[in-house]
């Protein structure tokens, strides 16, 4: 697998946003969406691979894993995010041998242990990838979102929706969104400037470093209070053939700790195509 065109973009993240003030600004959230959106859309296929290490209080293991991945159809907009979700990982140990295999479509998934010949085959939904993942809340276009670097779902909100800019300076932003139906609550944590007046933030103008969920609807005052049920950290974002993707990804739920590190990325070549055929045996 061969490198594609890449650059860093080199951030200055503080450690932490002390006191993060509300921004009554509605221009400056409706920036920080667009922005979403856009970063959404261009994210549509993913090549790579590197070293993922999956850990809990008792264990920790590592491997090397390959991945492809078809996020969005060729014919998404910025008004019509036609999402595909197809998944193959595969996962391998010393000397190249295959230790694992999964493979995933919105309807269906695949997953084979080689080492112990246990093999899984279902209706891909919560339920099953949580099992997997020994993840609360997982579900297949959040790990999706999650590998490209994305913060999960964010660029399909509901009008019920609350949604805050809460920013610390001019280059640390928590948008925070209270689901109300689903009584949920997220963070997007974003560094970087925002323009003034309505302009366009650049592609590169803002990058993702920390997702979290909480249950129930939590205030911004509550953030650093409450335990979230899912923390994901970005780090290192370099732009991969256009597409700015982390070099690491680190994803916590309760005790469980998966994290992945790119070696190669390829993003969005129009030969890469991804094709998941589900096993029935």
Not at 6 to 34: C, E, G, H, Y
Not at 97 to 107: H, N
Request: proline share 4%.
């Amino acid at each position: 697998m061969t490198q594609g065109c890449t650059s860093a973009v080199k951030t200055t993240r503080s450690t932490s946003i002390a006191f993060p003030s509300i921004d009554q600004n509605r221009v400056r959230v409706d920036q920080v969406l667009n922005w979403l959106d856009r970063t959404s859309v261009a994210a549509r296929a993913l090549s790579a691979e590197g070293s993922l290490t999956v850990a809990n209080e008792e264990t920790s293991q590592n491997a090397h894993f390959t991945l492809s991945s078809k996020r969005l159809d060729a014919e998404s907009s910025l008004h019509n995010s036609n999402r595909a979700d197809s998944l193959s990982i595969i996962i391998t140990g010393p000397f190249g041998i295959s230790v694992a295999r999964f493979l995933a479509s919105p309807s269906e998934y695949f997953f084979y242990n080689s080492l112990n010949g246990d093999s899984f085959h279902g209706t891909t939904d919560a339920h099953s990838l949580e099992t997997l993942t020994q993840m609360k809340g997982v579900s297949l276009s959040l790990l999706n979102d999650a590998l490209y670097g994305l913060a999960p779902g964010a660029e399909n909100l509901n009008p019920q929706d609350s949604i805050t800019l809460l920013s610390s300076g001019e280059t640390d932003h928590i948008l925070l969104i209270q689901h109300t139906l689903d009584s949920l609550t997220e963070a997007i944590y974003l560094q970087g400037s925002i323009p003034e007046g309505a302009a366009l933030i650049p592609a590169a103008g803002l990058t993702v470093y920390k997702f979290q969920r909480w249950k129930g609807i939590v205030g911004s005052e509550e953030l650093k209070k409450k335990p979230a049920i899912m923390t994901i950290y970005y780090r290192d974002p370099t732009i991969h053939d256009g597409v700015l993707i982390p070099k690491s990804i680190e994803a916590h739920a309760g005790n469980n700790q998966l994290s992945i590190e790119y070696s190669t990325v390829r993003a969005n070549h129009d030969d890469l195509v991804v094709k998941i055929k589900i096993p029935k045996s």
